[in-house]
């Protein structure tokens, strides 16, 4: 059975917030950006290349085009097609350079093919990581590097504490440990596992601009347990006062991202005595 990230996911209501989000996407993933820029620093450090490599939910291209200089192949896959079209869009025809819509679940592709595979800010809209953790130990060769970034338990705690002061329903999405992440990096059979928590603290001036980039960047609630419609102005307004309540004395608000940057490389597999 699968671990999941708390609730279950709605994987079409991703596949469409996604979808939706693609034309303006870049418009407000001002912190995509900025954790893509972190996360790359860690992999091209122990990753030289060439290399055949997979990005997993690659967006609008923006992390696929850094890690060109250390690839003879990318795959950049993404769960929703105008991410996908948009990435191509993007980056051009490029020799080396293929694109696909898939599922981190269930990778169409064959065992031993990949010499690493990255994520920038994905693998948290997975139902299963743990799936999603066999399928990547199953696709890379041996010795292969896993480096991705997903979001803490820790992401968007004001945000979460403000709606549970108006509602009982799920309005923010939740989010896996570090500590849990550790675990499944080692069931997968990953070695020189390394699991790094960095907060990011951007600041807003309202609640409505953090609401609009979370919608903006697709990552919007996608729980199948939140509440279905509008939300009126009353329980909105309420939800505004809440998070002001958190910091009176600033005319901005902040919004807590835990970052949790994972690597890890397929081991050797064990070798069993003969009797």
């Known amino acids: 059975m699968g ?3 708390g609730l279950k996911l709605d994987k079409r209501a991703i596949q469409f917030s ?4 693609a034309h303006q996407y870049n418009q407000y993933a001002r912190l995509q950006r900025q954790v893509g820029d972190a996360l790359f620093d860690q992999f091209s450090a122990n990753f030289t290349g060439p290399g055949h ?12 085009e850094k890690i060109l200089p250390l690839a003879s192949t990318v795959w950049a896959m993404d769960v929703a097609m105008p991410m996908v079209t948009t ?4 980056l051009g025809l490029r020799e080396g350079v293929f694109y696909f819509a898939g599922d981190a679940e269930l990778l169409p592709l064959r065992f031993d093919a ?4 990255v994520s920038n800010l994905a693998l948290q809209w ?4 743990d799936s999603v953790l066999a399928q990547a130990y199953r696709v890379l060769k041996t010795e292969g590097q896993l480096c991705f970034s997903t979001f803490g338990e820790a992401s ?10 108006v509602d009982d329903y799920t309005h923010v999405n939740l989010f896996m440990s570090k500590e ?3 675990e499944l990096m080692r069931v997968a059979g990953f070695a020189d596992v390394e699991v790094i928590s960095t907060v990011y603290q951007p600041q807003y001036p309202d609640v409505i601009a953090l609401m609009r980039e979370l919608k903006g960047v697709g990552a919007h609630n996608v729980n199948q347990g939140r509440q279905k419609g509008l939300t009126g102005k009353q329980r909105l307004q309420s939800v505004i006062s809440a998070y002001g309540a958190l910091d009176s004395q600033s005319e901005h608000i902040f919004a807590t991202f835990e970052v949790i940057t994972v690597t890890g490389r397929k081991s050797i597999p064990r070798v069993r005595a003969s009797k």
């Open 3 to 5: 671990v999941k990230n």
């Open 18 to 21: 996604f979808g939706k989000a």
């Open 53 to 64: 490599i997979l990005d997993i939910g690659c967006g609008t291209g923006y992390f696929t």
């Open 87 to 90: 990435a191509r869009q993007s």
């Open 114 to 117: 990949l010499d690493a595979i």
């Open 126 to 129: 997975c139902q299963n990581l």
């Open 156 to 165: 968007l705690s004001e945000l979460r504490a403000a709606w549970a002061s």
């Open 180 to 182: 849990k992440i550790r």
